[in-house]
């Protein structure tokens, strides 16, 4: 256990459905990340979160649209998704993002939702 | 952030060390080497990290040369539990930068 939870581990959803994806850490940190890991692909950041503010978004289009309400807990919402965005989307916390600082915090992942869009 | 280049497979005897090689010969001087592995249906898992000095944790060891271009992780004593993807990665800022990475399988 990794302290980092992902709801649900797997989805199956057809092109029209619109499902979210829960990510749940209990690490006490303040920076939250979405990857998409497809098959035969390495893994690829979407979205980063600091202190509930997104700071970053990877050219990610915009049928996947993530929320964070607070610093533990981070969701993906997917609508009209595309067989293509099947993939495994994991989910990891950091301590806090300071670039001035030059140090870079370790990420925890949590197990990840197997997608597949029919 | 600099390219690492990593064998794509290498297999294991139980109990005998892995010695897992890493190069990244385009790295500057404030980039970090760290070492993640992911078992098969799993996140990621954070293993070691170093800048110069070799490193030693409870799961491995890191061995950085002198000039920086390459670096070998070190599982001691492998385990069957420790057949995983690996992936070494240099980071110069938040981001962790994932390539294809060393598949290990550790054989009994």
């Known amino acids: 256990e990794t302290g980092v939870t992902q709801t649900p581990r797997h989805l199956v959803m057809g092109m029209t459905n619109k499902k979210s994806l829960k990510c749940e850490q209990h690490?006490?940190?303040?920076?939250m990340y979405w990857y998409k890991q497809s098959a035969k692909k390495p893994l690829e950041l979407m979205f980063v979160y600091n202190f509930k503010e997104q700071t970053e978004n990877n050219s990610v289009p915009s049928r996947f649209s993530p929320e964070c309400p607070n610093s533990s807990h981070l969701f993906l919402h997917l609508h009209t998704l595309q067989p293509e965005d099947s993939a495994l989307y994991l989910c990891?916390?950091?301590?806090?993002?300071?670039?001035?600082?030059?140090?870079?915090?370790?990420?925890?992942f949590g197990p990840g939702t197997r997608l597949t869009v029919l | 952030d600099a390219k690492t280049t990593q064998p794509p497979s290498m297999d294991c005897a139980e109990g005998r060390a892995a010695n897992l090689p890493c190069n990244h010969s385009t790295i500057s001087g404030n980039e970090y080497v760290y070492w993640y592995r992911q078992i098969h249906s799993q996140g990621p898992q954070y293993i070691i990290h170093?800048?110069?000095n070799n490193e030693t944790n409870e799961m491995a060891s890191l061995i950085i040369t002198e000039d920086r271009k390459s670096s070998t992780l070190i599982l001691p004593h492998a385990t069957l539990r420790d057949t995983a993807v690996y992936y070494c990665i240099v980071r110069g800022h938040y981001k962790l930068s994932f390539g294809a990475g060393t598949t290990v399988t550790v054989r009994a």
């Open positions: 990891a916390s950091s301590r806090e993002i300071r670039p001035a600082s030059g140090t870079y915090n370790e990420q925890f």
């Open positions: 690490l006490g940190h303040n920076a």
């Open positions: 170093g800048l110069k």
